[in-house]
């Protein structure tokens, strides 16, 4: 089943009267990598959150292939800034995600745990994992059941290079699977190394959306100019 | 404290009589059953709680925590006049039975338990409820997961509730009436005794409640380091 085009028509979000997001009106039609980009407090994780029915917006504003995101947000999964993961082994937390999506596939989980390589960790505690391999795990909670559409929320805000360079391999394997991925950044070398398409907020509003190539040649207002040089 | 009086204490430990064992197994029926009973209503709404924000939530909120403080022996006087021949339960005709301890204790320890999941759920939910809302999960499906998460900090939970219903002395001496070999547990025996100055009898009653104090603190701890 198609999910894009993704359209959102005049979203509004607010918090006590204040607007996190301010008249958004989008359209993604690649299956490629989208990139959010802003300051802290632009709305980014907000925006994400709406795309994902994580905060309730009025009926028609965001639609997937003309439908709601509650009819498809089975396809959709979400990888958090900061790992969430459950107090029971790396094999276990892949498979209360399976249960819970009701996923059929007797050996999904096997097939996560070998795509991300992660077999030497499969029997221990989330608890016990390092920053980067809590994110690989999440990573892999939001593979299972084969969504259509991935968010990563700053995937790799809190990691070291190396780990850094291994999420962003596996974004890349995620983006020609076929999956559409929209994820939030901060770090502009990686927005150049991964971004196809680049979306920039700023205080809830877009004030730019166009392609990698077009965002690094095009000259910008003093936000984005200034974003790029201290990025 | 004499030394004949620790040999009385020791002889009797030693010789442990019929009546004293069906005192202590009574005892623990009528804690175990209230535990049972007061954990299968209050981990439900305990957590089922976090998931609304409104008056009603509020309220047994509320409630549960004022009755954590609530005096035994008012509990009792009013489970009392409920279950009297004349109250509006008395055709039950539980009063001065093991049943009517068994409700004072359960009645004692729901609000504590509520409480004590609600507190526990309500963190878990914090750390857990965008994940779970990403999953579309609905209430049952979340509450299951959150008390599966919580896990270790509801058995310490349980274990406070039983150290509470254990301990009870004076709702059930009013609902039970303390009755030789039928109702008569171990927290009302030591009252019972000391006032008639079998002293070593409620000293060995007492040593036997430390033990099992000891058994739950040690449970609980070896519990918290599973965290």
Known sequence: ?231 | MSINFLENVFNLIISLDKSLIVIILLSLKTSLLALLIATLLSLPVGSYLVFYNNKFQYFIILMSNTFMGLPPVVLGLLIYILISKSGIFGFLNILYTPSAMILSQTLLIIPIIISLTYEEIYKKNKKYNILLNSLNLNNYSKAKTLIYESRYALITVILTGYGRASAEVGAILIVGGNINNYTRVMTTTIANETNKGNIEIAVLLGIILLIISLIITLIIRSIRKLY
């Open chain 1, 1 to 231: 089943m198609k999910i894009l085009p993704l359209k959102v028509n005049n979203l509004n979000y607010l918090i006590n009267e204040n607007f996190i997001l301010k008249n958004i009106n989008l359209s993604i039609n690649d299956e490629n990598i989208t990139i959010i980009l802003g300051n802290n407090g632009a709305g980014k994780s907000s925006l994400l959150n709406a795309l994902h029915d994580l905060i309730k917006v009025p009926k028609n504003t965001i639609t997937w292939n003309n439908l709601p995101t509650s009819s498809i947000k089975i396809m959709q999964s979400m990888v958090f800034q900061t790992p969430i993961l459950f107090n029971r082994s790396v094999y276990d937390n892949l498979d209360y995600i399976k249960n819970k999506k009701k996923v059929l596939s007797k050996y999904c989980v096997e097939k996560i745990i070998e795509k991300l390589n992660i077999k030497n960790i499969e029997n221990i505690n989330a608890k016990y994992l390092s920053g980067g391999e809590k994110q690989k795990v999440s990573i892999g909670m939001a593979l299972i059941g084969e969504p259509k559409i991935i968010f990563l929320d700053e995937p790799t805000s809190h990691l070291d290079p190396q780990y850094k360079h291994e999420i962003e391999n596996i974004i890349k394997v995620i983006s020609t699977n076929g999956i559409k991925v929209i994820m939030t950044s901060h770090d502009v070398s990686q927005i150049k190394r991964i971004g196809e398409e680049i979306i920039f907020l700023n205080k809830g509003e877009i004030i730019y959306h166009n392609s990698i190539k077009k965002f690094i040649n095009a000259s910008h207002c003093d936000i984005i100019k200034n974003y790029i040089m201290y990025g």
